[in-house]
T-cell receptor, first 113, second 113 residues
Framework: GENVEQHPSTLSVQEGDSAVIKCTYS??????FPWYKQELGKRPQLIID?????GEKKDQRIAVTLNKTAKHFSLHITETQPEDSAVYFC????????????FGTGTRLQVTL | NAGVMQNPRHLVRRRGQEARLRCSPM?????VYWYRQLPEEGLKFMVY????????ESGMPKERFSAEFPKEGPSILRIQQVVRGDSAAYFC???????????FGPGTRLTVT
């Protein structure tokens, strides 16, 4: 089955700096890669996603890149703000009946003033 | 358009009792996924259902756990004879189709005493 690894497990940046979180996956059939943000005690919130026919996608301060050959994808957050502090999860899934999400172990991002 | 609804939000059960968790998908969504999150850990897939069908139950424990998504009403995750190790947050997510984005509900936090 699919296996997703995520690094780093914790990340501390100063406000205004950039943050990068990296994930690798094992199943070459995976074709959908969402990122979720989870604040303490809250639901995972979909913040951006990318499909395997696209190499990069951007939404304001958030961008995701995908390298299918190397089987890795990354989340980039620019101009970080204190409200970006949360746990971020990457995930991977396949098509059709294989559409369950396999999650990484999470990255706790702390944005300091 | 209401989001994914889950109830109850908190559930306390004694060992040996039954727990019933309910999930109502977003309007227009007919695909439901259940995930479990242990404290300080990532989300683990349990089961994927469409109306009246279980599509993938590869993440469900073999005993005591069952799920359904009837033609009318919410999806239900049922845990019989709960044990302390079942204490976790149980999230459901809904999707408009296979391989489409998944949106999470607020979760049910189950505590087994």
């Amino acid at each position: 089955g699919e296996n997703v690894e995520q690094h780093p497990s914790t990340l501390s940046v100063q406000e205004g700096d950039s943050a990068v979180i990296k994930c690798t996956y094992s199943d070459s059939a995976s074709n959908y890669f969402p990122w979720y943000k989870q604040e303490l005690g809250k639901r995972p919130q979909l913040i951006i996603d990318i499909r395997s026919n696209v190499g990069e996608k951007k939404d304001q301060r958030i961008a995701v890149t995908l390298n299918k050959t190397a089987k890795h994808f990354s989340l980039h957050i620019t101009e970080t703000q204190p409200e970006d502090s949360a746990v971020y999860f990457c995930a991977a899934s396949g098509a059709g009946t294989a559409s369950k999400l396999t999650f990484g172990t999470g990255t706790r991002l702390q944005v300091t003033l | 358009n209401a989001g994914v609804m889950q109830n109850p939000r908190h559930l306390v059960r004694r060992r040996g009792q039954e727990a019933r968790l309910r999930c109502s998908p977003m309007k227009g969504h007919s695909h439901v996924y259940w995930y479990r999150q242990l404290p300080e850990e990532g989300l683990k897939f349990m089961v994927y259902l469409q109306k009246e069908n279980i599509i993938d139950e590869s993440g469900m424990p073999k005993e005591r756990f069952s799920a359904e998504f009837p033609k009318e009403g919410p999806s239900i995750l049922r845990i019989q004879q709960v044990v302390r190790g079942d204490s976790a947050a149980y999230f459901c997510a809904s999707s408009p189709g296979q391989g489409a984005e998944q949106y999470f509900g607020p979760g049910t936090r189950l505590t087994v005493t």
